[in-house]
């Protein structure tokens, strides 16, 4: 029994020691697979499919959900080899992140990118590699030709829905009549999806109203602090604003602290009204509170379907070239129904 037990221990030493030269080599394809039993659940790592994730950065709870809901769906007890790097507002980073998978052979590339333009040599060099590439999140400008299929949010449309419900609201409570209404955009890094499809889609409807006047439109990094900072340098230029459309809900935090540091107040009962992006947890706490009107909401949890894709590539079937995913327009009417689920 002992010695059974011994013969045990020692075998899995060598499986293990044998994957890890494996992983340093990353040379899964000519692997010759180690002994399975038929009991085994957990797939062995060869049989596991090997993804590279470039990840953009860590800069808000929006994308640490979506980190960690492509993490979960691509385990290995789904059948994945996850490699995970976190490119930390860097697009050299993520080049250099991807440039490794490639050199790794895995079987593919997910990266979320951070800005849309500056990725055709390396993706060309995927291309080239023969490794699919999935955009998740963010896309790039250019070719097509140089990824597989999309997974995350029609930003233009987020855009848009923050202007619709400005609109309605106008017409239900018009804020200055006629005259016209001050907003001031607080906006993700200049060049990326969620800033260009965002400002886009918003930008649409306002031109459909002679009175709105965007005063500015000012990058506040998606960041609690540079959102806080930015819009304390719009309170000193501006001093009529009536409305912040603030691109997502950390820049929306910074940006309410300097407003209250101001003295002024926001949302359904004070002075400025408040649109944010995401729906993160405790955004729509602030929107059941009132002092946030209005969250689109971008969805994050995109793991699943990412996974499924992957799935559906694995056995040779065709996918689409983008896949959205669902996304509400949060207000103090029917916040409440969504408030208790959220998970982040
Ligand atoms: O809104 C923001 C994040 O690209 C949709 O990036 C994403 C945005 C999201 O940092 O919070």
């Known amino acids: 029994m002992k010695n059974e037990k011994r013969l045990v221990m ?7 020691m044998f994957l890890t030269l494996l992983g340093a080599s990353g040379d899964f394809e000519n692997a010759t697979p180690p002994q399975t039993t038929e009991e085994e659940s957990v797939p062995l790592d060869e049989d596991l499919i090997v993804v590279g994730f470039s990840q953009l950065g860590s800069e808000s709870v929006w994308r640490a959900t979506h980190t960690e809901s492509i993490q979960n769906a691509l385990s290995k007890e789904h059948g994945f080899f996850l490699q995970y790097s976190n490119a930390r507002q860097k697009q050299e980073n993520q080049i250099k992140a991807i440039r490794g998978f490639i050199s790794q052979r895995v079987d593919y590339i997910v990266f979320a990118p951070f ?4 990725w055709e040599t390396v993706l060309m060099e995927a291309k080239n590699a023969g490794i699919p590439v999935i955009l998740v999140d963010r896309k790039i400008a250019g070719s097509e030709d140089l990824y597989t299929t999309f997974i995350g949010s029609d930003m233009e449309a987020e855009g848009r829905k923050a202007g619709e419900w400005l609109e309605a609201e106008e017409s239900r ?23 260009i499809g965002r400002s886009k889609g918003f930008l649409e409807v306002a031109r459909k109203h002679p009175n709105w006047k965007i005063l500015a439109q000012e990058s506040g990094d998606f ?25 997502n809900d950390e820049m929306t935090f910074g940006a309410m602290e300097a407003i209250s540091e101001a003295g002024l107040t926001t949302g359904i009962y004070g002075k400025m009204k408040i649109i944010s992006f995401d729906g993160v947890k405790d955004a729509l706490e602030l929107v059941d509170n009132g002092k946030i009107n209005c969250d689109v909401e971008c969805n994050p949890l995109q793991g699943e379907l990412l996974a499924e894709v992957i799935q559906r590539l694995e056995v040779g079937k065709t996918v689409e070239k983008e896949y959205f995913v669902d996304e509400l327009v949060f207000t103090k009417e029917n916040v409440r129904d969504y408030l208790n689920d959220r998970v982040y």
Do not use: F, W, Y
Not at 115 to 118: D, H, K, N, R, T
Not at 186 to 195: H, M
């Open 223 to 247: 960041t609690v602090v540079k959102g806080k900072e930015t819009m304390e340098k719009l309170l000193r230029q501006h001093e009529d604003i009536d409305v912040v459309v603030s691109q």
């Open 115 to 118: 800005m849309e333009e500056g």
């Open 10 to 16: 020692a075998l899995i030493v060598l499986i293990v």
């Open 173 to 195: 409570n018009p804020l200055n009549g006629d005259e016209s209404l001050n907003i001031v955009m607080l906006t993700g890094p200049v060049g990326s999806t969620s800033q």
